[in-house]
């Protein structure tokens, strides 16, 4: 029997990454503040993931059988420092001047929350890491793309799925995390949950 699938994130690039692998799913997302507690970057996407999939799950909580809750939780991480989402422009002129022409790591945490036909609930929690290196930027360069808006709801000041491919030398890991989920990795938890 197939279990129905929750993606607990408003984010369409989730979002999207899921229809490309043809999961048929709901969006419920949470509308509680999550805050972290832990200091490794790890430790700090899969706790703010477990976050979301619970609150999400306590909102749905009467009709919890059978049910598949996704939660994700993207970071981008230079000399260990955590790289949100930029305030305004200057913000992320000074984000992408420092990763540019360096590495920086991206970490997506996962959880995974499924419940069976009498409501048990079991959790799998993960983080996937992967390294992005960026080719060296002129100023010209970096305030032409933040004049695109591209890098202004994005972890990073940047989206790799989009014009900042551009600049883009190498990525050692999982392309899919750094736009914002590991699809494969939740796609065989998926799999395994379902008994396929």
């Known amino acids: 029997m197939n279990k129905r699938i929750i993606l607990a994130s408003g984010s369409p690039r989730r979002r999207e990454l ?11 997302v949470s509308n509680k503040e999550e805050k972290y507690t832990k200091t ?8 703010l993931a477990y976050q979301k ?3 999400v799950a306590l909102d749905q909580k ?22 949100g989402k930029p305030r305004d422009k200057e913000d ?6 420092n990763i540019q022409g360096r590495e ?16 048990t609930e079991s959790v799998i929690i993960h983080a996937v890491e992967t390294k992005v290196f960026v080719n060296a930027m002129d100023q010209d360069e970096i ?3 933040i004049e695109t808006g591209e890098p202004m709801d994005k972890a990073g000041a940047y989206g790799i799925q989009g014009r900042f491919a551009a600049y883009i030398d190498k990525i050692e890991g999982d392309y899919y995390n750094v736009v914002g989920l590991p699809v494969s ?12």
Request: net charge negative; no cysteine.
């Open 18 to 28: 899921l229809e490309q692998i043809g999961i048929k799913f709901e969006i419920a």
């Open 104 to 119: 920086h790591q991206v970490f997506t945490g996962t959880a995974v929350i499924s419940y069976d036909q009498n409501g």
């Open 53 to 55: 999939a619970e609150n």
């Open 62 to 83: 009467e009709i919890l059988k059978d049910t598949i809750i996704i939660g994700a939780d993207t970071i981008v991480v230079q000399d260990d420092k955590i790289l």
């Open 143 to 145: 305030k032409a793309y």
């Open 185 to 196: 990795y939740v796609y065989q938890q998926i799999k395994k949950i379902q008994g396929v």
């Open 40 to 47: 490794r970057p790890a430790d700090i996407v899969k706790e």
């Open 92 to 97: 992320a002129y000074r984000m992408l001047e």
